[in-house]
T-cell receptor
Framework: DAKTTQPNSMESNEEEPVHLPCNHS???????IHWYRQLPSQGPEYVIH???SNVNNRMASLAIAEDRKSSTLILHRATLRDAAVYYC??????????FGTGTRLTIIP | KAGVTQTPRYLIKTRGQQVTLSCSPI?????VSWYQQTPGQGLQFLFE???????NKGNFPGRFSGRQFSNSRSEMNVSTLELGDSALYLC?????????????FGPGTRLTVT
């Protein structure tokens, strides 16, 4: 399985943008980059995914480096509800989700 | 659309007993996956079922088994429970087809083995 590396924890002020990095230097050409998050006492929740181009949805944006060896999840205006563990996962086709340790995001009011 | 539901939400069992957990996927989702979450090991994949067949399996002992019914509902069974089986068990469903690989997780079943 291709591996991802994320910082263990990050802090951000409420109502400011948050950039969550993920390194995946061994990514293959067919791996999609997925992001999930897990809020306290809940199951993981899909956030966004992409292959090569940057992606936007109502929750976040995903910026993918040109060489695809890294990506950044962007929360444009963090709220207290965004406090969660964020997981960056590489996935090809019907493979299982392999969760790492993720980044614990703390939002400071 | 109703989300993924899991029953029961909480369960306390004794070592040596067996337990069955249930998962009802989102309507139209034919793939159901099971995960175990513990503080020490994090989120680990157990197995995936699609159209009543196990399609993928993680590295867990044979005491962990599952099945899927024709209506896509799935059950997971753990026999001869050990203290280390105490965990949050999550199931996730997915629509198979097209390019959508999003998995939708249920709230989990918190199993405590004493």
């Amino acid at each position: 399985d291709a591996k991802t590396t994320q910082p263990n924890s990050m802090e951000s002020n409420e109502e400011e943008p948050v950039h969550l990095p993920c390194n995946h230097s061994t990514i293959s050409g067919t791996d999609y980059i997925h992001w999930y998050r897990q809020l306290p006492s809940q199951g993981p929740e899909y956030v966004i995914h992409g292959l090569t181009s940057n992606v936007n949805n109502r929750m976040a944006s995903l910026a993918i480096a040109e060489d695809r060896k890294s990506s950044t999840l962007i929360l444009h205006r963090a709220t207290l509800r965004d406090a969660a563990v964020y997981y960056c996962i590489l996935l090809f086709g019907n493979e299982k989700l392999t969760f790492g340790t993720g980044t614990r995001l703390t939002i400071i009011p | 659309k109703a989300g993924v539901t899991q029953t029961p939400r909480y369960l306390i069992k004794t070592r040596g007993q067996q337990v069955t957990l249930s998962c009802s996927p989102i309507s139209g989702h034919r793939s159901v996956s099971w995960y175990q979450q513990t503080p020490g090991q994090g989120l680990q994949f157990l197995f995936e079922y699609f159209s009543e067949t196990q399609r993928n399996k993680g590295n867990f002992p044979g005491r962990f088994s599952g099945r899927q019914f024709s209506n896509s509902r799935s059950e997971m069974n753990v026999s001869t429970l050990e203290l280390g089986d105490s965990a949050l068990y999550l199931c996730a469903s997915r629509f198979v087809g097209g390019r959508s690989y999003e998995q939708y997780f249920g709230p989990g079943t918190r199993l405590t083995v004493t």
